[in-house]
Structures are given as C-alpha cells and as structure tokens.
C-alpha cells in the first residue's frame, strides 16, 4: 500500500475485518443476504421410508438445504402417517415437527380437523409437491394364480367380508387408488371387503403372516415385497392415472406466516434436490443413499430399478416405461397444481372423509401456497419453459376411462357409480 497514508491503511483494513466478520456469521449461499436471508437456519421435517421423500432427504444430504441459507434443517423419520400427523399438530417449537413429507390429502384433512383429536383445526399449507406416479398395489402371493392387474374384478372369487386391504391413512392418497381400484372393478371397498391401515414400513412383514389380500404404498415396498416372493404388483399407479400427483411438502400454517423466508428457502432447496433425483446420471447414488440405515435400510436394489421406470412385476411382466415411474421433477411433478388437489377433495367427499358441502375453492386458496413454489423456482434458478403457465392441469383421465375435469367436479362424482357420500 505504498503511497496511500497510514490512517486510510488503517481504516481500509478495519473496514476488510469487519466485512469478513460479517461474511463469516452470514449464512451461506447466494441468497442469504439481505431481505432474502431466513428469519431462522432451522426447521424439523418429518418423513416417512418412502422414495418420494427423496427430495427433501437429498436437500438435507446434498447441502441445498445449507445452499439456501437453511443448514441446520433435520430431516427426522416418523413412525406412521399418523405420527406425522401428531407431530404437526405438536409443531417444531413443542418437540414435534414443523413440516413433512406427506399424503397430499392430509393437510386439508388436518386443516379442517377432521383427522385431528377432538376434531381441532390445525392450519396447514403446501408449498410443492414432491412426485407424481410411483406408487403400486400388491396382490398376495396366494392369489397370484387369479392374474389380477388393472381389472380387480379378478379377485372377486377369493373375497368376502373379512379380506383384507390395506392402505396407510383414511383419505390419503394409498386410500383413494385402492378404493378406486376397487371400485372400478365393481368391488365396493366399504361393503365387499375391509380397508385397514397399516404404516408403509410394517406392509411387507404384514403380508408375511398372511392376513393380508392386497395392499397399497409407495416404494420400495411393493419391489421388497416381490423380492422376498410374498406376493407381486397388479399394477402400478402410474398405470391407473398417468402422472397423478403423490406426495406434497407440507408446512404448519404458523411456521410459514412466522417465517416466510425460510419457507421460500426450503422450498428452493426442495425444488433443486428434486431436479437432482430426476436426473437419470444421479438414480444409482439416489438409491445408495436412501437406502442407507440412517434413511430406509433396504437393500439399493430394491429402489434403483422402479425409479429408474424398469418395473418387475413378480408375475413374469417386465417392463421399462420412464413414464409410468416416479417423477420428481419432470412433466411439472413439483409443482402443486391447485386442480389435482381438487380431485383429492372430490374423492374424499365420495367416500364420506369430507362432507358434500365442502367449500373446495376456500380450502385450496387457504392451503395451496403454489405461489411459494413460485417464488422459490424462481429463487432456485428454474427456467420460465419449466414453470407452469397456470394452476391447472385441465381434464385428466383414468385407465377405465372416466374424467375429471376440474371445471365440474360435480359430473365426475355424479359418474361414479360407487360412492359413499356423508353431508356430516
């Protein structure tokens, strides 16, 4: 510094010191300074041992979390989807959780408080959705001589009042594709058989001791299951309704209005991480890493073949289809179009989870946040070709042909020819 006075030597060095004393308590990332930084560099997220939790367990592993100023989020197992639900309702500041992996349905059921103790609200929103398709249900292997796939009618011959269904919470969405399954097959899933509920890690071990007919869950249960020659898959999701919405990221209404920025934070890394599962290059590392102890503990093998959309069935199908797999982030998987979650409302009034009175538009504009998802795209980086135009998918159709389409709900119930309708 020849040439410039000592005391402007001094206060340029004062200055550099307290500049890299700020950098050093500032989190890092390229969107920690200023108005974007978090109000908090920590948050509790629940999960379940499912692979469309993938993204935020790659978040939490491949330090987007930490990238978007966020590093002392934890990603913490839970139990059962009504752990979840338990821990949500306790929230993060009292030992519980303040967001989740999540049945997209569950945030509206715990909302209006109708999955709640004592019927008690709890404001809940969704920020992204997490997958579309990836899903499955399994037949027993005492039945497989039957051939059951698409057509549940197969089945008929073997059921009665005591067989046995099993899903992972009422009104979640392994609820509604096995009912609807049935359904279409003219098997009433509330008069011709039973629906049970049974955690998606406990599915395997439960078909084991052979009370079970059938069950639904995500992965890897339905790959594990045939692996162990329990039973094989009639069919996966992506089949009954090609890329349908899965699970949602899911936040308690308080921790989003309390911090919005740490919302926006997360859900960018939730958004990245998903970019990164989807990318075919990273599916044999996302395998690795889910099933680690710390995350699933199952073998990778029993992962890696379905995400990467090589499906065998255990009944001598095999077949490669990428887009009947799991989508993190492909054709719009993470966005949270506010029309797929008025199919999940639709349904849950037809089976009697919701009252036909319900105000679907209230529920959606209250729990809905797609304008977060929105702000985060942008946050993260996200080419405007990759954000959708609007907040509807338009008319959807199902493998037996019948249509939803948003606009009229109403004539997509009407068609329906099995139904349980409560004005409870």
């Known amino acids: 510094m020849t040439g410039i006075p000592a005391t402007r030597r001094q206060a340029i060095a004062a200055t550099a010191a307290l500049l890299a004393a700020a950098r050093a308590t500032t989190p890092r990332g390229a969107f920690a300074q200023g108005s974007t930084a978090p109000e908090v560099r920590r948050a509790t997220l629940g999960y379940i041992a499912l692979t469309d939790a993938a993204p935020l367990i790659i978040a939490k592993e491949k330090g987007f979390f930490a990238k978007h100023g966020m590093p002392d989020v934890d990603v913490a197992k839970q139990a059962s989807w009504g752990a979840t639900r338990d821990n949500l309702v306790l929230g993060g500041e009292r030992g519980g959780i303040d967001g989740a992996h999540i049945l997209t349905p569950m945030p509206y059921l715990m909302h209006t408080g109708r999955v709640t103790q004592n019927s008690q609200p709890v404001p809940m929103m969704i920020v992204a959705r997490l997958n579309t398709n990836g899903q499955a249900i399994s037949v027993a292997e005492k039945h497989k001589a039957l051939g059951t796939r698409l057509d549940a009618a197969a089945l008929r011959p073997v059921l009665n009042a005591d067989s046995k269904f099993a899903m992972t919470f009422r009104g979640g969405t392994h609820d509604l594709w096995i009912r609807y399954w049935l359904a279409a097959g003219g098997i009433d899933p509330d008069r011709d058989v039973q629906t049970i509920v049974v955690p998606p890690p406990q599915m395997v071990a439960n078909m084991r001791v052979g009370t079970m007919d059938a069950f639904c869950v995500g992965e890897p249960w339905n790959a594990q299951l045939i692996n162990q020659r329990l039973g094989y898959s009639a069919l996966v999701t992506g089949q009954l309704w090609q890329d349908h919405p899965e699970k949602a990221f899911g936040l308690r209404a308080a921790f989003v209005q309390q911090n919005p920025r740490a919302t926006e934070a997360m859900t960018a890394a939730a958004i990245e991480a998903a970019r990164w599962c989807d990318t075919p ?10 099933g680690r102890r710390a995350w699933f503990n199952v073998p990778p093998n029993d992962i890696q073949g379905r995400i990467q959309g090589i499906f065998d069935f255990g009944d001598g199908r095999r077949v490669t289809d990428p887009n009947i797999a799991m989508k993190f982030w492909r054709d719009h998987a ?5 029309s797929h ?19 679907t538009a209230k529920l959606i504009n209250e729990v809905n946040r797609e304008d977060i998802w929105r702000a985060a795209a942008a946050r993260a980086g996200v080419p405007n070709a990759e954000v959708p135009a609007g907040t509807s998918r338009g008319r959807e159709t199902f493998f037996d042909g019948k249509v939803f389409d948003p606009e009229n709900p109403r004539a997509y119930l ?6 349980k309708l409560s004005a409870a």
């Open 281 to 290: 290059a990273n599916h044999v590392e996302l395998a690795q890493i889910l």
């Open 334 to 338: 993470s966005y949270p179009f506010r």
């Open 341 to 359: 979650d008025l199919w999940f409302l639709t349904e849950d009034i037809r089976w009697g989870v919701l009252p036909e009175g319900t105000d």
């Open 414 to 419: 009407d068609s329906l020819s099995i139904k």
